[in-house]
Protein backbone atom coordinates (compact mmCIF):
# COMPACT_ATOMS: atom_id res chain seq x y z
CA UNK A 1 0.00 0.00 0.00
CA UNK A 2 1.30 3.23 -0.98
CA UNK A 3 2.15 6.04 2.09
CA UNK A 4 -0.22 9.12 2.32
CA UNK A 5 1.15 11.87 1.12
CA UNK A 6 2.47 14.45 3.64
CA UNK A 7 0.11 16.81 4.78
CA UNK A 8 0.33 20.53 3.77
CA UNK A 9 -1.20 21.84 7.28
CA UNK A 10 -0.66 20.39 10.71
CA UNK A 11 -3.51 21.90 13.01
CA UNK A 12 -2.99 21.13 16.70
CA UNK A 13 -5.75 21.17 19.39
CA UNK A 14 -3.97 23.05 22.69
CA UNK A 15 -5.38 21.41 25.58
CA UNK A 16 -4.65 17.95 25.88
CA UNK A 17 -2.13 17.73 23.00
CA UNK A 18 0.47 20.83 23.58
CA UNK A 19 -0.07 21.51 26.78
CA UNK A 20 -0.93 18.69 29.39
CA UNK A 21 -4.77 18.23 29.74
CA UNK A 22 -7.10 19.38 32.39
CA UNK A 23 -8.98 16.15 32.70
CA UNK A 24 -6.39 14.99 35.03
CA UNK A 25 -6.82 17.99 37.20
CA UNK A 26 -10.58 16.77 37.19
CA UNK A 27 -9.66 13.21 38.39
CA UNK A 28 -7.59 14.13 41.03
CA UNK A 29 -10.34 16.67 42.22
CA UNK A 30 -12.86 13.83 41.87
CA UNK A 31 -10.43 11.81 43.93
CA UNK A 32 -9.26 14.40 46.91
CA UNK A 33 -13.26 14.89 47.34
CA UNK A 34 -14.60 12.07 47.37
CA UNK A 35 -17.18 12.18 43.84
CA UNK A 36 -17.61 9.01 41.25
CA UNK A 37 -15.19 9.25 38.65
CA UNK A 38 -16.26 10.31 35.41
CA UNK A 39 -19.45 12.34 37.31
CA UNK A 40 -17.94 16.21 36.52
CA UNK A 41 -17.50 15.41 32.91
CA UNK A 42 -20.63 13.80 32.57
CA UNK A 43 -22.29 16.64 34.00
CA UNK A 44 -20.53 19.46 31.67
CA UNK A 45 -21.39 16.72 28.53
CA UNK A 46 -25.13 16.56 29.42
CA UNK A 47 -25.59 20.18 29.73
CA UNK A 48 -24.55 20.69 25.76
CA UNK A 49 -24.66 23.03 24.15
CA UNK A 50 -25.65 25.40 26.10
CA UNK A 51 -23.95 25.09 29.57
CA UNK A 52 -22.15 27.39 31.50
CA UNK A 53 -18.72 25.72 30.12
CA UNK A 54 -19.65 25.66 26.28
CA UNK A 55 -21.27 29.15 26.22
CA UNK A 56 -17.66 30.29 27.85
CA UNK A 57 -15.96 28.61 25.36
CA UNK A 58 -17.60 30.31 22.63
CA UNK A 59 -16.95 33.72 24.02
CA UNK A 60 -20.73 34.16 24.98
CA UNK A 61 -19.95 34.77 28.78
CA UNK A 62 -17.58 36.22 30.60
CA UNK A 63 -15.25 34.16 33.11
CA UNK A 64 -17.14 36.13 36.38
CA UNK A 65 -19.11 35.15 39.32
CA UNK A 66 -21.78 34.70 37.17
CA UNK A 67 -20.08 32.19 35.30
CA UNK A 68 -19.07 30.43 38.20
CA UNK A 69 -22.63 30.16 40.03
CA UNK A 70 -23.89 28.85 36.45
CA UNK A 71 -20.91 25.92 36.47
CA UNK A 72 -21.47 25.03 40.07
CA UNK A 73 -24.94 24.93 39.46
CA UNK A 74 -24.49 22.49 36.00
CA UNK A 75 -22.35 20.47 38.00
CA UNK A 76 -25.02 19.79 40.97
CA UNK A 77 -28.02 18.82 38.79
CA UNK A 78 -30.23 16.49 40.39
CA UNK A 79 -31.80 14.99 37.48
CA UNK A 80 -28.10 14.26 35.80
CA UNK A 81 -27.27 13.00 38.89
CA UNK A 82 -29.78 10.29 39.11
CA UNK A 83 -29.25 9.66 35.41
CA UNK A 84 -25.90 9.12 36.26
CA UNK A 85 -26.51 6.70 38.68
CA UNK A 86 -29.50 5.08 37.28
CA UNK A 87 -26.45 4.42 34.13
CA UNK A 88 -24.45 2.78 37.01
CA UNK A 89 -27.54 0.15 38.13
CA UNK A 90 -26.88 2.57 41.54
CA UNK A 91 -30.52 3.95 42.46
CA UNK A 92 -31.48 5.84 44.44
CA UNK A 93 -28.36 7.83 44.01
CA UNK A 94 -26.33 9.09 47.17
CA UNK A 95 -26.28 12.70 47.95
CA UNK A 96 -24.50 15.15 45.77
CA UNK A 97 -21.48 16.15 45.85
CA UNK A 98 -20.19 19.40 47.28
CA UNK A 99 -18.07 21.28 44.31
CA UNK A 100 -16.25 24.37 44.51
CA UNK A 101 -16.86 25.56 41.39
CA UNK A 102 -14.34 28.25 41.00
CA UNK A 103 -11.40 25.81 42.82
CA UNK A 104 -11.53 23.36 40.16
CA UNK A 105 -12.45 25.65 37.36
CA UNK A 106 -8.75 26.96 38.22
CA UNK A 107 -7.09 23.94 38.59
CA UNK A 108 -7.82 22.69 35.46
CA UNK A 109 -6.50 25.84 33.65
CA UNK A 110 -3.66 25.78 35.99
CA UNK A 111 -2.76 22.53 34.89
CA UNK A 112 -2.82 23.47 31.28
CA UNK A 113 -0.40 26.10 31.49
CA UNK A 114 2.27 23.33 31.37
CA UNK A 115 3.93 22.05 27.60
CA UNK A 116 3.44 18.38 27.37
CA UNK A 117 7.04 16.22 27.28
CA UNK A 118 6.42 14.90 24.38
CA UNK A 119 4.39 17.19 21.41
CA UNK A 120 5.38 20.58 22.48
CA UNK A 121 8.80 19.56 21.13
CA UNK A 122 7.91 17.72 18.13
CA UNK A 123 5.77 21.08 17.63
CA UNK A 124 8.95 23.08 17.71
CA UNK A 125 10.72 20.91 15.57
CA UNK A 126 7.86 21.24 13.24
CA UNK A 127 8.03 25.00 13.56
CA UNK A 128 11.85 24.91 13.14
CA UNK A 129 11.55 22.96 9.97
CA UNK A 130 9.49 25.49 7.92
CA UNK A 131 8.12 22.24 5.84
CA UNK A 132 4.42 23.03 6.96
CA UNK A 133 1.87 25.37 7.39
CA UNK A 134 1.13 24.91 11.36
CA UNK A 135 -2.42 25.87 13.28
CA UNK A 136 -4.37 25.41 15.85
CA UNK A 137 -7.92 24.77 16.59
CA UNK A 138 -8.50 25.24 20.16
CA UNK A 139 -11.33 25.63 22.93
CA UNK A 140 -10.41 28.22 24.87
CA UNK A 141 -11.69 30.74 27.69
CA UNK A 142 -11.11 34.50 27.65
CA UNK A 143 -9.47 35.53 31.18
CA UNK A 144 -10.30 38.97 32.15
CA UNK A 145 -7.77 41.12 33.63
CA UNK A 146 -7.93 40.60 36.77
CA UNK A 147 -7.28 36.87 36.26
CA UNK A 148 -3.77 35.16 37.47
CA UNK A 149 -3.89 33.51 33.82
CA UNK A 150 -4.67 37.01 31.41
CA UNK A 151 -2.73 37.56 28.90
CA UNK A 152 -2.47 40.65 27.05
CA UNK A 153 -5.30 40.94 24.20
CA UNK A 154 -6.00 37.17 25.33
CA UNK A 155 -3.33 35.56 23.08
CA UNK A 156 -2.22 32.52 23.93
CA UNK A 157 1.72 31.78 24.88
CA UNK A 158 2.10 29.37 22.16
CA UNK A 159 0.45 31.71 19.43
CA UNK A 160 3.54 32.31 17.86
CA UNK A 161 4.51 28.93 16.87
CA UNK A 162 1.29 28.89 14.57
CA UNK A 163 0.87 30.35 11.21
CA UNK A 164 -2.93 30.25 12.17
CA UNK A 165 -4.52 30.47 15.46
CA UNK A 166 -8.08 29.73 16.03
CA UNK A 167 -9.58 30.28 19.48
CA UNK A 168 -13.16 29.10 20.43
CA UNK A 169 -14.05 31.73 22.56
CA UNK A 170 -12.98 34.67 20.07
CA UNK A 171 -14.70 33.46 16.87
CA UNK A 172 -17.89 32.31 19.02
CA UNK A 173 -17.71 28.78 17.82
CA UNK A 174 -16.15 25.97 20.03
CA UNK A 175 -15.35 22.05 18.46
CA UNK A 176 -17.21 19.83 17.62
CA UNK A 177 -19.54 22.68 15.46
CA UNK A 178 -18.71 21.36 11.73
CA UNK A 179 -18.54 25.29 11.17
CA UNK A 180 -15.13 25.59 13.10
CA UNK A 181 -13.65 23.01 10.99
CA UNK A 182 -14.87 24.90 7.78
CA UNK A 183 -13.43 28.33 9.58
CA UNK A 184 -9.81 26.13 10.37
CA UNK A 185 -9.77 25.37 6.54
CA UNK A 186 -10.77 28.84 4.96
CA UNK A 187 -8.14 30.04 7.49
CA UNK A 188 -5.49 28.28 6.42
CA UNK A 189 -6.20 28.33 2.48
CA UNK A 190 -6.28 32.02 3.08
CA UNK A 191 -2.93 32.17 4.62
CA UNK A 192 -1.87 30.04 1.97
CA UNK A 193 -2.84 32.02 -0.78
CA UNK A 194 -1.83 35.00 1.22
CA UNK A 195 1.91 33.92 0.96
CA UNK A 196 2.04 31.89 -2.18
CA UNK A 197 4.71 34.20 -3.51
CA UNK A 198 7.43 33.83 -0.54
CA UNK A 199 10.08 31.75 -0.73
CA UNK A 200 8.24 29.02 1.66
CA UNK A 201 5.00 29.15 -0.18
CA UNK A 202 6.45 28.73 -3.97
CA UNK A 203 8.71 25.98 -1.83
CA UNK A 204 5.55 24.23 -0.61
CA UNK A 205 3.26 24.42 -2.97
CA UNK A 206 0.75 26.98 -2.03
CA UNK A 207 -0.06 27.86 -5.70
CA UNK A 208 -3.41 25.71 -5.58
CA UNK A 209 -4.07 26.77 -1.75
CA UNK A 210 -5.31 24.50 0.94
CA UNK A 211 -7.80 21.82 1.06
CA UNK A 212 -9.68 19.94 3.74
CA UNK A 213 -7.25 16.53 2.45
CA UNK A 214 -4.33 18.34 3.20
CA UNK A 215 -5.07 18.91 6.74
CA UNK A 216 -4.11 16.60 9.58
CA UNK A 217 -5.73 17.48 12.97
CA UNK A 218 -4.41 16.12 15.77
CA UNK A 219 -6.85 16.43 19.18
CA UNK A 220 -7.91 14.14 22.67
CA UNK A 221 -11.19 14.30 22.43
CA UNK A 222 -13.03 11.65 20.15
CA UNK A 223 -15.99 13.59 19.14
CA UNK A 224 -14.11 16.29 18.00
CA UNK A 225 -11.71 13.80 15.77
CA UNK A 226 -15.00 12.51 14.26
CA UNK A 227 -16.30 15.57 13.39
CA UNK A 228 -12.89 16.27 11.72
CA UNK A 229 -12.90 13.57 9.47
CA UNK A 230 -16.71 14.50 8.34
CA UNK A 231 -15.39 17.85 7.54
CA UNK A 232 -12.40 15.46 5.02
CA UNK A 233 -9.27 15.90 7.67
CA UNK A 234 -7.08 13.22 8.46
CA UNK A 235 -7.10 12.50 11.62
CA UNK A 236 -4.08 11.82 14.86
CA UNK A 237 -5.71 10.82 17.83
CA UNK A 238 -3.52 12.12 21.10
CA UNK A 239 -4.24 9.26 24.24
CA UNK A 240 -4.14 10.88 27.51
CA UNK A 241 -0.76 10.62 29.47
CA UNK A 242 0.68 9.48 25.81
CA UNK A 243 1.04 11.91 23.67
CA UNK A 244 4.52 9.82 22.81
CA UNK A 245 2.03 7.63 20.42
CA UNK A 246 0.44 10.52 18.81
CA UNK A 247 4.34 11.92 17.85
CA UNK A 248 5.41 8.65 15.96
CA UNK A 249 2.33 8.67 13.77
CA UNK A 250 3.62 12.48 13.03
CA UNK A 251 6.66 11.01 12.50
CA UNK A 252 5.44 8.61 9.93
CA UNK A 253 3.72 11.33 8.19
CA UNK A 254 5.96 14.39 8.20
CA UNK A 255 9.56 12.31 7.63
CA UNK A 256 10.74 14.23 10.28
CA UNK A 257 12.61 13.01 13.79
CA UNK A 258 10.31 14.87 16.82
CA UNK A 259 11.12 13.00 19.42
CA UNK A 260 12.54 15.73 22.18
CA UNK A 261 14.51 12.62 24.27
CA UNK A 262 11.67 12.37 27.20
CA UNK A 263 11.41 9.05 28.41
CA UNK A 264 8.46 7.18 27.04
CA UNK A 265 6.71 6.75 30.69
CA UNK A 266 2.91 7.50 30.16
CA UNK A 267 1.28 9.75 32.69
CA UNK A 268 -1.66 9.60 34.94
CA UNK A 269 -4.94 10.60 32.79
CA UNK A 270 -8.41 10.06 33.53
CA UNK A 271 -10.25 7.97 30.83
CA UNK A 272 -13.06 10.67 30.59
CA UNK A 273 -13.91 13.72 28.26
CA UNK A 274 -15.71 17.00 28.54
Known amino acids: MDSPPKPKVILFDIGGVCVISPMQAILDYELSN ?26 AILLDDTFYDGFQTDLTSPSVWATF ?13 KINAPILFNTMMTVATTTDPWMFPALQK ?13 NTVIFP ?33 PRVYALALSEADKFARKNV ?19 VFLDDIGENLKAAK ?42 AKI
Open 230 to 271: KAGFRTIKVPLGRAYEAVEELEGLTGLELDGGHAKVPMGASK
Open 85 to 97: HSTKGTMPPPPLP
Open 145 to 177: PSHPLYTDNGIHPLHALFDVFISSAHVGLRKPD
Open 34 to 59: NIPQGWINYAISKSAPNGFWHRLERG
Open 126 to 138: LSQSGQFLLAALS
Open 197 to 215: ETERGRRLGWAGGITAGDI
